[in-house]
């Protein structure tokens, strides 16, 4: 009883979007926001009306991949339409679109990247910033 | 420690997991008639690597010492127990925090942070670095882009004191807002994008210290380990702390920010917050922290005037045993039905040995500041180690 209450308190699956990517057939990798409030994720934000349909269907989230499968093969035999824009969620995936209302389509948008070393839109690397702080403050000590 | 003792605590380490963590940013310390952070951290604003006074005082005022002493702290206290002397200017520091979900049939652990730390203090010059590793999470800080595991940076800078209390940084930093704290789930921390877990930005800032007061003014230039660059937000970030004495601090913050496309929203974003906050002891071994900032955000042209709260109340019956409640409450709109979300909890934190702890979360309510979030129960259960 009391372990059952232990939750986690963020980044609940961040293995979700690469597995629905790949459950759904998509073009690219959706944002959190498919399921949750924000790309922050976490216990309790799942407010987007697909992610409510996934979880009506058995998902529980804590990155367990059997559960997301059978909620998203029981969400396609429902043939759910979370937005009733006569497109079911999943053929909308499948078009790299948002099933969400008002959702947009992922494969379109700008959507942002996290780290360095794969970050080629950066005009500096962080690493450089690093290396440079670190250079003058040694420098600095050695001159004196 | 008895051999008992080692062995309850073998124990305790062995059911979480083999999680240790990190010297932290404790602001319960105003109970033990610290206001200021800059005795015990090399940034004078708190969190991060310790001074040696700061883990002078880890091994003093921190852990449970079971009636005896512990030997000479100066030595124990210092980089690896004092097993590697160091130049006196240099600061090395290992930060361990991890924790388990012991959620039946799907129990997980997740490392929080594994941080080398390096700050170097010669002269007028500091420069202070962190780089490590994440199981989960920490997306801000990483430098590597994977679905799991990944390298972190989450600060890196140097600065100059120019006189006694000021400092000039440049760098990546923790945002100067509110009361500094590693309770990243607070959504005083989360609403207004200022945890030090990693929300740290780019910038230069300006602070200045003195027994009664500390303030500091940052400009953001942006957190560069998110691309493109329309994600990243610029603007400020200040707060001033005034200690009326040595048990009672209380403190204003001011922060604005904007980007041209938001990390969440996807569409451009400008947001403010403005707050205030106290820390107080009205008694030996007893603190309240609280804390209340208005927030005001733009959203594509769509504006909203939201709240975020906060309280946490701390006792410390022993020495090094902390049993705290919290309750807290937020609002993006205040203005939309259903959007306000609360939570309330409590837990226990015991600094059980030299430079470890562990601390079980237990509560009702709503994990961080989402609009319609879900109030369930929520159990957290994480220990902290460093070196």
């Known amino acids: 009883m009391l372990l059952s209450l232990f939750v986690v308190s963020a980044w609940a699956s961040p293995n979700y979007p690469a597995e629905l990517e790949t459950l759904a057939g998509m073009p690219c990798l959706p944002t959190c926001t498919v399921c949750h409030a924000s790309n922050s994720g976490g216990t309790g934000t799942v407010t987007a009306a697909f992610g409510v349909a996934l979880m009506e269907r058995g998902l529980t989230g804590l990155g367990a991949v059997d ?8 969400l396609v035999t429902d043939a759910v339409d979370s937005d009733g824009d006569g497109t079911f969620d999943a053929d909308e995936l499948a078009a790299g679109e948002d099933p969400n209302p008002d959702g947009v389509a992922f494969c379109d948008t700008l959507t942002p990247t996290y780290g360095c070393f794969n970050a080629a839109q950066s005009p500096i690397s962080a690493l450089g910033v690093l290396g440079g702080l670190l250079a003058v403050a040694f420098g600095r000590r050695r001159a004196s | 420690m008895r051999p008992r003792l080692h062995a309850l605590a073998a124990f305790l380490v062995a059911l979480v997991g083999l999680f240790p963590s990190p010297a932290a940013a404790y602001p319960w310390m105003v ?3 610290y206001t200021a952070c800059a005795q015990c951290h ?17 091994e003093i005022l921190l852990r449970t010492h079971y009636g005896k002493e512990q ?14 002397q160091l130049p006196e200017a240099l600061q090395l520091q290992a930060d361990v925090r991890g924790m388990v979900i012991p959620q039946p049939g799907n129990v997980r652990a997740i490392l929080m942070q594994g941080d080398v730390r390096a700050a170097v203090q010669a002269g007028l010059f500091t420069a202070s670095a962190s780089v490590g590793a994440v199981s989960e999470g920490g997306q801000n800080a990483w430098l590597s882009s994977n679905d799991k595991w990944n ?20 760098g990546r930093m923790n945002l100067p807002f509110g009361i500094r704290t ?22 230069l800032a300006v602070s200045y210290g003195t027994r009664k007061l500390r303030a500091e003014v940052m400009g953001i230039a942006g957190n560069l380990q998110v691309s493109p660059d329309v994600f990243r937000k610029r603007g400020y970030s200040a707060m001033v702390a005034y200690a009326v004495n040595k048990r009672f601090e209380i403190g204003a913050s001011s922060m604005f920010t904007r980007s041209e496309l938001d990390t969440d929203t996807l569409a451009p974003r400008g947001q403010m917050a403005h707050g205030i906050f106290t820390r107080a002891s009205p008694f030996e071994k007893f603190s309240v922290l609280a804390e209340a900032d208005l927030l005001l955000d733009n959203q594509d042209g769509e504006r909203f005037t939201g709240v975020a709260t906060a309280a946490v109340l701390d006792y410390e019956p022993v020495q090094g045993l902390h049993v705290f409640g919290l309750g ?7 203005s939309a039905e259903g959007d306000a979300v609360w939570r309330g909890g409590g837990g226990v934190q015991w600094f059980f040995a030299s430079r ?6 237990g509560g009702y309510g709503t994990i961080f500041c989402t609009p319609g979030g879900e109030a369930r129960p929520y159990g957290l259960l994480q220990a902290h180690f460093y070196l």
């Open chain 2, 151 to 170: 390298l972190v940076a989450r600060e890196y800078w140097a600065a100059v004191s120019p006189a006694k209390g000021l400092m000039i940084k440049g």
């Open chain 2, 71 to 84: 030997g000479d702290p100066e030595k124990i206290s210092q980089f690896l127990f004092g097993a590697v």
């Open chain 2, 31 to 33: 109970q033990h008639g």
């Open chain 1, 67 to 74: 559960v997301l499968t059978s909620a998203f093969d029981t």
């Open chain 2, 182 to 203: 590693e309770d990243h789930i607070l959504y005083v921390r989360s609403a207004t994008g200022t945890t030090i877990n990693d929300d740290q930005q780019l910038g």
């Open chain 2, 42 to 58: 090399v940034d004078p604003s708190g969190a991060g690597t310790l001074t040696d006074y700061g883990r002078g005082q880890g």
């Open chain 2, 328 to 334: 807290e409450y937020c609002a993006q709109s205040l």
């Open chain 2, 356 to 361: 470890a702890d562990i601390r079980l979360d």
